[in-house]
Nanobody, 123 residues
Framework: QVNLMESGGGSVQAGESLRLSCAAYGNIFSIKSMGWYRQTPGNARELVADITFVIGDGVANYDDSVEGRFTISKDNSQRTVYLQMNALRPEDTAVYYC??????????????WGQGTQVTVSS
């Protein structure tokens, strides 16, 4: 079983920063990528940013709405991903979910999700 432990959500004013962390625990064959999605009421969950878990820096991918404001990073040895969120806007308000894509020994990918952490940005 895979468990994703999230931390770092909260309430801030517009323009302020928050840092989200997500650590993966359990029996994982291979991590293809880790990242963050967000969801607001009545809307689908959408990708914020993710990063591949290859040896070295990996490749980061961002939604256009957060490019230049958010930075995703990782610690391979700790199986942890971070999301530094700067210059937050009210429209960033959402529940943020950590995602881990596991690559199995048969080459199939499986999604694992955290429980979600609330980020609220007031104007």
């Amino acid at each position: 079983q895979v468990n994703l432990m999230e931390s770092g959500g909260g309430s801030v004013q517009a323009g302020e920063s928050l840092r989200l962390s997500c650590a993966a625990y359990g029996n994982i064959f291979s991590i293809k990528s880790m990242g963050w999605y967000r969801q607001t009421p009545g809307n689908a969950r959408e990708l914020v940013a993710d990063i591949t878990f290859v040896i070295g820096d990996g490749v980061a991918n961002y939604d256009d709405s957060v490019e230049g404001r958010f930075t995703i990073s990782k610690d391979n040895s700790q199986r942890t991903v971070y999301l530094q969120m700067n210059a937050l806007r009210p429209e960033d308000t959402a529940v943020y979910y950590c995602n881990l894509k596991e690559r199995s020994g048969w080459g199939h990918d499986y999604d694992h999700w955290g429980q979600g952490t609330q980020v609220t940005v007031s104007s």
